[in-house]
């Protein structure tokens, strides 16, 4: 009986919508796991510095940038909290079609800010930094929009952590990418670890970690971390405009179009396929006769 029961909830749609909204949106940890953000919240902006400082053009590209240059762009406890909140803010930009991550002043991120890091340095609070972190970025990886990480300088730690959680990665001529946890005595816990083995595979993975390589942007290629190379154009607005036309390619058409685009694909990589298959059907079902279909049938397209 119990059992019976159990499979006509796996089967309601209901379940299935939550399981998909919990699995796309929602979050790793929450109060089920003994996690109060709020707690963790207050600890991190006592450590204050820099800013995580978001442009939504009208494009439908936004730009997000890690801006602590005086100290090579390392997460204070601050940016924590605002990363989350540009990431929420992202999450209801019904406009929005791409993203770019990027850091400011040339370099891309060094991780954890040390003085915040030194200052929570117990395993109760590290793992609730943790958490919060995971939850964050796993926000802005499932975000509706087509994400890429611009790489410039160093993406260092948690920085390289960072750009695992976009959908394409551009190492500028010249940048390092390096997981330099094993030096600090750590693994990744960001959730760097899972999204790294998932884009370049255990091996390269376990090479990576486990030697603290210095990925540069001929290692990024061929292992796959990096999607492309870009010529260093020594200011930030050109890069900026390197990476928006390379992103182009991949976000032409209405914002409705490509937001489905990405749910596929995430609901793809997250979920079983048999979930996979039914969200498929649903995100169709928002495109399906809607009027960018309906203006596509009735203009005798030729696809050539
Ligand atoms: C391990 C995981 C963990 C996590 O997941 O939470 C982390 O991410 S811990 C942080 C890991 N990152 C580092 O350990 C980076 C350490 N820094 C460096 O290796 C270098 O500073 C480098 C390579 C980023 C830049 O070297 P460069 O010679 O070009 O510049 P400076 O060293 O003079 O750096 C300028 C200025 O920035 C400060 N800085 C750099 N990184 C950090 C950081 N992560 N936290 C705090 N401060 C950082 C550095 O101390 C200099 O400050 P100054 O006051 O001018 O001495």
Known sequence: MVLCAGRLLLRSKAFRTRLFQRQCNGLVYSSAHGFNPDEIKEKLVAFQGGSIDLYKQDSGIAVLTVNNPSRMNAFSGSMMVDLEARVAELEHWSDGKGLILQGAAGTFCSGSDLNAVRAIANSQDGMKMCMFMQNTLTRLQRLPLISVALVEGKALGGGAELLTACDFVLMVQGSVV?????????????????????????????????????VDAELGLQIGLADDVLEDAEDQKTMQQLAENWLNNSIKGPPAVIQAVKKVIISGRELPLSDALRTEKEVFGTVWGGPVNLQALASKLKHK
């Open 178 to 214: 390096q997981f330099v946890h094993k030096h600090m005595g750590l693994v990744p816990g960001w959730g760097g670890a899972a999204r790294l083995v998932r884009v370049v595979g255990t091996k390269n993975a376990l090479k990576l970690l486990g030697g603290a390589l210095k």
